[in-house]
């Protein structure tokens, strides 16, 4: 008899999630060829943006979690990553010994652990194919996902705030604003940008009963108003709680 199959839930999930996808995708082009009105039109951009709002959770919270992984790796080895993996990709290899001598081989970046120079090489290792040496959890989310690098910036700083993490203990510590991460789905990624700015810019100044007040009501406002209008109701908050504004550098 064969032994079972182990199957991963998250491709099973990611299948289901292709199919539904294709599904709307099938709706509304054929809804949008014959003769639309405006108020379909627009309920169908709804329906789209909503679904694309709900995996930024998702991003968030692995953004965080690959930053924290990359800050337990020892100084002086970095991670050694596969170029050739495709989305979804192998996983992240650790590098077994550093054998670097401080010099810069053709390909590498001046910012990887080991590499002194500003030009370099790609790691030749066994495996699938070439894997380069990264040190930053921002060039591993730029170079895999093929995001840029102030995004990939964006949302590690959204997801350490946003997100739950597991202290070494074990621990598991809730998101440091969790009023804003509960409002995650239904929110823009740039209104939630605008919110957590603003609470830190007046997190200096604000007792924390007030900065979570804040955040309530800039949560709230950011689910009527658009980014536009928010980023105006931010100003005028952060310029209420702080009228003296930042101190000069």
Do not use: W
């Amino acid at each position: 008899m064969a032994a079972p199959l182990l199957l991963d839930p998250a491709h099973h999930a990611q299948a289901d999630l292709d199919a539904a996808l294709a599904t709307l995708e099938t709706i509304v082009e054929h809804e949008t060829l014959t003769a639309p009105t405006t108020e379909r039109t627009l309920h169908f951009a709804e329906l789209v943006e909503a679904t694309t709002r709900r995996p930024t959770r998702l991003q968030l919270h692995l953004a965080a979690a690959l930053e924290h992984a990359t800050t337990d790796v020892p100084s002086g080895q970095g991670l050694l990553v596969d170029h050739g993996g495709t989305l979804p990709g192998p996983a992240l290899v650790p590098d077994p010994a550093d054998t670097s001598d401080g010099s810069c081989r053709a390909g590498d970046r001046a910012d990887i652990v080991g590499c002194s120079g500003d030009t370099g090489g790609v790691d030749s290792a066994p495996g699938p194919g070439p894997r380069t040496r990264y040190a930053r959890a921002r060039d591993l989310l730029r170079m895999r996902l093929r995001i840029s690098g102030a995004e990939a910036g964006r949302r590690i700083r959204l997801g350490h705030a946003l997100t739950p993490r597991t202290t070494l203990s074990g621990e598991v510590v809730p998101a440091e604003r969790p009023v804003l991460a509960s409002a995650l789905p239904h929110l823009d990624r740039e209104a939630t940008t605008g919110v957590l700015r603003a609470l830190e810019r007046v997190a200096a100044v604000l007792d924390h009963e007030d900065v979570t007040e804040l955040e309530q009501v800039l949560t709230s406002h950011a689910t009527t108003f658009d980014p536009d209008q928010l980023r105006r109701i931010a100003t005028h908050a952060v310029a209420v709680a702080d009228p003296d504004g930042a101190a000069p550098s």
